[in-house]
């Protein structure tokens, strides 16, 4: 009796159709998932940059006019930001009258609304 080593090429081709099969329900959700944590970074530095200017109106009586009065260290020495965050596609955070906003992903976020607001970007 002869004994058969490695397996035939019905074999492999199913064992590949199988995970193809597989992969094609999988790559969808992860793509899905970057969005929703570049959407949830945009969240974060909107409330980290809202607490910095925050910070700052206490300090100087008045809000920052933008993102960069934050970087840049003031004549009392304080910084409040290391660095100046951006979107994930590049674009800059607004401040007005000590609200923070971005348009992301043609999203509108806010730090005065309660959930991104489609259409407004």
Same mark, same amino acid.
């Given at each position: 009796?002869? !004994?058969?080593?490695? &397996?035939? #090429? +019905?074999?492999? +081709?199913?064992?590949?159709? #199988?995970?193809?099969?597989?992969?094609? &329900? /999988?790559?969808?959700? &992860?793509?899905? $998932?970057?969005? !929703?944590?570049?959407?949830?970074?945009?969240? /974060?530095?909107?409330?980290?940059?809202?607490?910095? $200017? /925050? +910070? *700052?109106?206490?300090?100087?009586?008045? @809000?920052?006019?933008?993102?960069?009065?934050?970087? !840049?260290?003031?004549?009392?020495?304080?910084? *409040? #930001?290391? @660095?100046?965050? #951006?979107?994930?596609?590049?674009? =800059?955070?607004?401040? $007005?009258?000590?609200?923070?906003?971005?348009?992301?992903?043609?999203?509108?976020?806010?730090?005065? $609304?309660?959930?991104?607001? =489609?259409?407004?970007?």
């Amino acid at each position: 009796m002869q !004994t058969r080593n490695g &397996f035939s #090429l +019905l074999e492999m +081709l199913i064992c590949v159709s #199988l995970i193809l099969i597989f992969a094609s &329900f /999988a790559v969808p959700r &992860f793509s899905s $998932a970057t969005k !929703t944590a570049q959407e949830a970074k945009v969240q /974060a530095d909107i409330r980290t940059i809202s607490n910095a $200017a /925050a +910070l *700052y109106e206490i300090d100087h009586g008045v @809000f920052p006019a933008s993102v960069d009065d934050l970087v !840049t260290q003031g004549s009392d020495g304080k910084q *409040y #930001l290391q @660095f100046k965050p #951006l979107t994930p596609d590049k674009g =800059e955070y607004q401040i $007005a009258d000590g609200v923070v906003s971005a348009d992301y992903n043609n999203k509108h976020f806010s730090s005065d $609304a309660a959930s991104p607001q =489609e259409g407004e970007a």
